[in-house]
């Protein structure tokens, strides 16, 4: 008999249109993600956890650290977090104070997880890096294990090519850190994590390409680390749930529409409603419906007792215990702009 993943959430709080021309405002959207995310807790979800994405019309997730302090004040079990901070846009120091201030709000429920990328255009990204801390790439390792150092009690210790030594703390009498996660869908991130002896998670939902070489990269060359023994692995993955699979379908369209946009290089909107997707992609060339059916040949869309069976054998297939689901469900124009009905529903049917 197959063993049931635990599920978790990654929440990219979408922002959508209405009807009759009006748009989710960012406090709706908000309100949103944040009923959702105890919904989360109360189905017994295992982390929730916030991307960092910047000046894209149908994402209000900027700032992961303030949605996860607003998360971790509404819920009362699930683990919190990044998924990911974008490491190259913030200095190492910030990152660790902002997250072991999260851990004393909510003690053991914190998760960090660090990616590489921008997580935006190149103009968004050079006013992120204006102050010239972290805009290195190169450094991304360095600045990895320095966050590390920082969040530990005894901190991180700074010597000087002079002379000297200066004690570097996060926070003043930390009892506990949160738990570190590198994020990635290359080689590089596999390899990365493996060699510090990180948990790792695959970016599935963003690209399906390279996963079982980016798996066996980071079990195999697995350093242990004072915080982690064995490798830690799960994967992402985009899913619509409904009591049917039209009704999935149907509510998976404005995401889909959506990244073809992204592949074509097409201006970004707030996500469709259902209908104007469906009345869209009536009008869409074959290039777009080509586009659509490559993007939901790696997405989970169905009915529920379908989709969990396929989660859990997906990760059957690749060796993990948990998956953590993207919840991509569109909104029909009758739906209220401050929740996202098709988004819990997903979560409850997979629950």
């Known amino acids: 008999m197959m063993t049931s993943a635990a599920l978790s959430v990654l929440d990219l709080v979408p922002v ?10 960012s406090a ?20 929730y956890w916030f991307a960092e994405h910047h000046n894209m019309p ?20 699930i683990r919190v977090g990044s998924g990911g901070v974008m490491l190259p846009n913030h200095a190492p120091l910030v990152v660790a104070e902002q997250f072991a201030a999260l851990e004393a709000i909510a003690p053991g429920r914190i998760d960090l997880g660090i990616g590489r990328a921008p997580g ?18 190169e450094r991304f390792p360095s600045h990895v294990q320095d966050i590390a150092l920082m969040l530990r ?11 000297g030594e200066y004690t570097v703390r996060s926070t003043p009498m930390a009892s506990d850190a949160p738990e570190i996660w590198l994020l990635g869908s290359s080689d590089y991130s596999a390899q990365l994590a493996a060699s ?24 195999s060359a697995f350093q242990p680390s004072s915080t982690l023994e064995t490798p830690r692995t799960f994967l992402t993955a985009n899913v619509v749930a409904a ?56 997405w989970f869309i169905g009915a529920g007792p379908e989709v969990r069976e ?7 297939q690749y060796g993990v215990d948990e998956i953590m689901i993207s919840p991509v469900a569109g909104s029909f124009e009758a739906e209220p702009l401050d929740a996202t009905p098709g988004r819990v529903q997903t979560l409850e049917l997979l629950s």
């Open 58 to 77: 149908s994402v209000a997730s900027t700032t992961p650290p303030v949605l996860i302090a607003a998360a971790a004040s509404r819920t009362s079990r």
């Open 243 to 298: 009591p049917s699979a039209d009704e999935a379908a149907a509510r998976a369209l404005p995401q889909l529409r959506m990244m073809t946009r992204l592949r074509r290089n097409q201006p970004l909107t707030p996500l469709e409603t259902v209908e104007q997707a469906q009345r869209g992609l009536a009008e869409a060339d074959a290039g777009e419906q080509t586009l659509i059916d490559g993007i939901r040949a790696n």
């Open 196 to 219: 510090l002896g990180l948990p790792y998670v695959f970016a599935n939902h963003f690209s399906g390409q390279g996963l079982q070489r980016a798996l066996d990269l980071y079990r």
């Open 310 to 316: 396929a989660l859990d054998a997906f990760a059957a």
């Open 120 to 137: 935006s255009d190149p103009v968004i990204t050079q006013l992120l890096r204006q102050s010239g801390t972290s805009g290195d790439v």
């Open 28 to 47: 709706q959207a908000v309100a949103a993600s944040m009923a959702l995310a105890q919904r989360a807790d109360e189905l017994g979800y295992r982390r």
């Open 153 to 163: 009690h005894e901190g991180a210790t700074v010597r000087f090519t002079s002379g």
């Open 16 to 25: 959508r249109s209405g009807a009759d021309g009006s748009t989710q405002t």
